[in-house]
Nanobody
Framework: QVQLVESGGGLVQAGGSLRLSCAASGSIFSLNAMGWYRQAPGKQRELVASINSGGGTNYADSMKGRFTISRDNAKKTVYLQMNSVSPEDTGVYYC???????????????WGQGTQVTVSS
């Protein structure tokens, strides 16, 4: 059983910073791409940033220069450093990971339960 557990969400003032973490645990043969998505109230879930197993990153345009995604492969953890946040960054942030739970398994996408980020003006 694979689990992704996010932490670090909360309330922050506009212009402030927040760091999210997501740790993968359980039966993991290989951990491939990891990423962060967010869902604002009344909107669809959207990609924030992703990072592959080699450290290559991809960002949504509105996050470039403000957010930084990183990972620690030894800890099976992905991070999202959020700087210069604005009320438009408010939403539930979800962690995602592409994982082979065992050698003969296909690559599967797993999701965390989400962590709320609220930015006050």
């Amino acid at each position: 059983q694979v689990q992704l557990v996010e932490s670090g969400g909360g309330l922050v003032q506009a212009g402030g910073s927040l760091r999210l973490s997501c740790a993968a645990s359980g039966s993991i043969f290989s951990l491939n791409a990891m990423g962060w998505y967010r869902q604002a109230p009344g909107k669809q879930r959207e990609l924030v940033a992703s990072i592959n197993s080699g450290g290559g990153t991809n960002y949504a345009d509105s996050m470039k220069g403000r957010f930084t995604i990183s990972r620690d492969n030894a800890k099976k953890t992905v991070y999202l450093q959020m700087n210069s946040v604005s009320p438009e960054d408010t939403g539930v942030y979800y962690c995602s990971a592409s994982i082979k739970p065992y050698y003969y398994a296909p690559l599967l996408d797993y999701w965390g339960q989400g962590t709320q980020v609220t930015v006050s003006s």
